[in-house]
Nanobody, 127 residues
Framework: DVQLQASGGGLVQTGGSLRLSCDTS????????IAWFHQAPEKDRERVAC????????YWGDSMKGRFTIYGNNANNTVYLQMNSLKPEDTGVYYC????????????????????WGKGTQVTVSS
């Protein structure tokens, strides 16, 4: 079974940093893409960043661009989301999800198109 496990969340002050990890297992496809999503309290889940196995990346959300970096380690099948200069509006649950049937990060990458989801990790940024 394909499993994704997000971790690394926590409580941090404004301006702080966190690194989220998405551990993947059971993916037998030769190629896949991993995306991170953010769901603020009482809001819809929104895409944040995506990375393809070859290293190409995509970012969405003007407020997060330049502060968040997605990168991967193919050796241990883990994808990271480095979050710097955190703001209270970054608070929420962060989920990682995988694309395996069409593993391309594009303008069409979104909540409804992902093939597998992991459970989220809570990030709380205090002001």
């Amino acid at each position: 079974d394909v499993q994704l496990q997000a971790s690394g969340g926590g409580l941090v002050q404004t301006g702080g940093s966190l690194r989220l990890s998405c551990d993947t297992s059971g993916i037998t496809f030769n190629d896949y893409a991993i995306a991170w999503f953010h769901q603020a309290p009482e809001k819809d889940r929104e895409r944040v960043a995506c990375i393809m196995r070859g290293g190409d990346t995509a970012y969405w959300g003007d407020s997060m661009k330049g502060r968040f970096t997605i990168y991967g380690n193919n050796a241990n099948n883990t994808v990271y989301l480095q979050m710097n200069s955190l703001k209270p509006e970054d608070t929420g649950v962060y989920y990682c999800a995988a694309l395996v049937y069409l593993p391309v990060c594009s303008q069409y990458t979104g909540v409804y198109g992902m093939d597998y989801w992991g459970k989220g990790t809570q990030v709380t940024v205090s002001s």
